[in-house]
């Protein structure tokens, strides 16, 4: 198996096991969804600069910087909160499943920005990645947390901006994974805690007491998955990237969260739909 897609499938893996850890947070704290998605990053961020540190790689370029500070303000720093909204209204596995639909997303904009190649076989994997997530978006009984599913997809597109302005910007660089992965969640926590002061206020520090025990853990995986991804677009196209990352997150998730949260997780509807995404995220790796 190629590196990028080792990676990818990593990476996914890690992504589960963040939202597993949201979902837990988010029952036990009761704190908002902002502020425990801005404790989280901001947790990742100082995860990362650690491991960049002891990773022994040297510092980007300034010329460098802005441009990762650029992709951490549109994921995870624009997205988090709604991600984690979307974790909470309509739960972990479905939240992840929406989620791929970013691969339609990612794979159009790159061929469209990036004159990535057409390929059938990518586009069939892609389209039924699409349709197993198209039904959790029919399944019965959800339909009066569509907000939910809105906060999904629209996580989803961010995701997929990210991926393809990561790639774009990755192509013909040398730089560490574990520092731009740094730059990326340091821009996203300045981001997040800029929406916390505008919606919270004065009380943004209760609110954050509230979270910042829970969020310790997201915040560990996050600084492990995000670096992760990057080196995976550093190394594969995001035709390849995006969809397997995202099919090794939804098995898991369902595992995980079928796991912990009960069989409302892993209903008949959602095990179809991550096997139609799981063949679809194999279908492009194959290709």
């Known amino acids: 198996m190629e590196t990028a897609s080792l990676l ?7 992504w589960a096991t963040n939202i597993t850890i949201v979902k837990w947070a988010l029952n036990r704290s009761r704190a908002s969804a902002l502020v425990g998605a801005t404790v989280g990053v901001s947790i990742a961020a ?3 600069l650690i491991l960049a540190l002891l990773s022994g790689s040297p510092l980007p370029d300034s010329d460098i910087l802005w441009k990762f500070a650029i992709v951490g303000m549109i994921a995870p720093g624009s997205s988090q909160g709604l991600f984690v909204s979307s974790i909470g209204s309509i739960g972990p596995a479905r939240t992840s499943i929406l989620i791929g639909t970013s691969p339609v997303f990612s794979v159009l904009l790159a061929v469209i920005f990036l004159d990535e190649s057409w390929k059938t076989t990518i586009m069939v994997g892609t389209l039924l990645t699409v349709l197993g997530s198209a039904l959790i978006s029919w399944e019965k009984g ?3 947390r569509q907000i939910g599913i809105v906060f999904a997809i629209a996580t ?4 997929a901006i990210r991926d393809v302005v990561a790639r774009h910007f990755n192509i013909g660089t040398d730089v560490s994974a574990w520092w731009s992965g740094t730059v990326v969640l340091v821009a996203a926590s300045f981001t997040l805690w800029v929406f916390v002061s505008i919606k919270f206020g004065p ?7 509230k979270a910042l025990p829970e969020f310790i853990p997201s915040g560990i995986m996050i600084g492990i998955a995000l670096p992760l991804l990057l080196e ?5 196209s995001v035709n390849i990237v995006a969809p397997l990352a995202l099919a090794a997150q939804n098995v898991a998730i369902v595992l995980l969260s079928g796991w912990f949260f009960g069989a409302r997780e892993r209903t008949k ?5 991550m096997t139609l995404i799981f063949l679809g995220g194999l279908l492009v790796t194959i290709s």
């Not at 990818?8 to 890690?14: D, K, Q, R, T």
């Not at 989803?156 to 995701?159: D, Y």
């Open 8 to 14: 990818a499938i990593i990476s996914g893996v890690c």
């Open 46 to 48: 100082i995860v990362c």
């Open 269 to 273: 509807q959602v095990l179809i739909a």
């Open 142 to 144: 959800i339909r009066f």
């Open 156 to 159: 989803s597109l961010t995701f």
């Open 203 to 209: 009380i943004w520090k209760i609110q954050t007491r």
């Open 232 to 236: 995976a677009l550093n190394k594969g």
